[in-house]
């Protein structure tokens, strides 16, 4: 029974989790005290559901009882406020103990704006004064309602290292006293890219891990996609949420097909495309033009995920319209000059004009500083001179892309790479 109540309560947090933390924290104004309240309620829930049995609708259960217990704590602020009052003591003191305008506060707990709630959560978590490593830690907890051991080990860090993460990012966001609301204005579409950088980098982590043994990590994967629908649908004339959306959608359609059967990694163009997931491409496809009905201009993500979207429309490999991915990737490097997407543009040239063109654009790249230490620059160049019949040369750049790759399955595919040039 116990374990049952247990497992029940795990589902439901999962679930409501963000929702609940969300709307305390529209009435206390501080998301890690909202966190705490929360959490008592999970913990009234452990106490009271063995005894009374698992509620009807046991999310409104922890709802209701959380905000019962912000009620409280706010009245008990109240209380010590006017015990101040009558003390005649000074304003700082008055002002270092009073949460701002109580009745308003004790108002809201009459509204009930969930979608507004989470939107304050999610920008809350990714606040720009949090570092990058503490948004997505934060993220993860708050709004994908997973426990400090799963983030750490998603991230392959000590427990302890991602529980002092996630406390100083707690710290930082009272320390820096910002409300709890989505921004307006012009500040929302700067906060807006910190939030879709947050959900973009927890996914690409899923998708190719970067250091550990397995080369994808799906429920970090999964998490991000989840966190992208939802905002998605929280800011609906957002163009570039509904990009986000359209790319997870459509690269996490591959996930089936990444694997072989013995766990090894299948590159895209080695793929069985009947393993690609159909509905998550109707959905990426569906997002793709939603987020580019909605803007003028394709932004960073509505691109990528119109480049994801010429490999799913191509039955096989070779249909791929590889034209249009170059003059996408040249269309994204002017957007957003990088060198990784350079190096994509490369090979998205050298299957449009040959393997020699491909080449001419990798040069440059080679004396990259950035790129010194990025496996995918040797291994293109590898698979650019393999192609060309200089075999010597491309074996040694598959060796030098696997001694860069942190991932133990990518290093393996690589040097298995070489390995099959030296028996060749």
């Not at 004009?353 to 950035?370: H, I, K, N, T, V």
Request: negative net charge.
């Amino acid at each position: 029974m116990a374990a049952a109540i247990h497992d029940a309560l795990a589902a439901v947090w999962r679930i409501d989790g963000a929702r609940i933390v969300g709307s305390v924290a529209r009435l206390v104004r501080d998301v890690p005290l909202a966190e705490e309240l929360a959490q008592e309620a999970m913990v009234a829930a452990l106490e009271r559901w063995p005894q009374d049995g698992l509620p009807d609708r046991p999310g409104a259960w922890l709802m209701t009882t959380a905000r019962n217990r912000a009620l409280d704590w706010l009245r008990h602020r109240q209380m010590q406020a006017r015990k101040l009052d009558e003390l005649g003591r000074d304003l700082e003191a008055q002002e270092a103990l009073i949460v701002p305008d109580f009745s308003e506060a004790l108002d809201a707990a009459r509204e009930d704006e969930i979608g507004d709630d989470l939107l304050r959560l999610i920008f809350t978590a990714c606040h720009p004064v949090l570092p990058t490593e503490g948004r997505v830690a934060l993220t993860l907890k708050l709004l994908g309602g997973l426990r400090t051991a799963e983030i750490a080990r998603a991230f392959l860090v000590p427990e302890p290292t991602m529980a002092q993460r996630i406390v100083r990012a707690k710290q930082k966001l009272r320390d820096a006293r910002g409300p709890f609301e989505a921004p307006r204005g012009p500040d929302r579409s700067a906060r807006l890219d910190s939030v879709l950088e947050v959900v973009y980098l927890v996914f690409n982590e899923g998708y190719t891990a970067s250091a550990g043994a397995d080369w994808m990590r799906p429920e970090l994967a999964q998490e991000a996609l989840r966190l992208a629908r939802m905002l998605a649908g929280l800011m609906p004339e957002a163009a570039e949420a509904h990009g986000l959306a359209a790319l997870l959608e459509l690269q996490s359609s591959r996930m089936n097909a990444r694997l072989d059967a013995q766990g090894q990694p299948v590159l895209l163009d080695r793929q069985d495309r009947t393993r690609w997931d159909p509905l998550l491409i109707h959905r990426g496809l569906a997002a793709l033009a939603r987020a580019e009905a909605l803007a003028a201009q394709r932004g960073f993500y509505t691109l990528q995920a119109a480049i994801a979207a010429c490999h799913a429309r191509a039955v096989r490999a070779e249909d791929t319209d590889w034209p249009r991915i170059a003059a996408l990737y040249a269309e994204l490097a002017r957007l957003r000059p990088s060198p990784v997407i350079e190096l994509n543009r490369a090979v998205a040239v050298s299957r449009a004009e040959g393997a020699e063109a491909g080449l001419a654009l990798l040069q440059p790249l080679l004396q990259e500083p950035s790129l010194r230490a990025y496996q995918w620059l040797p291994s293109v160049q590898a698979e650019l001179l393999q192609q060309l019949g200089r075999r010597d040369e491309a074996r040694d750049a598959w060796l030098r892309a696997a001694a860069l790759a942190g991932n133990d399955a990518e290093r393996q595919l690589l040097e298995a790479r070489a390995e099959g040039l030296r028996h060749a």
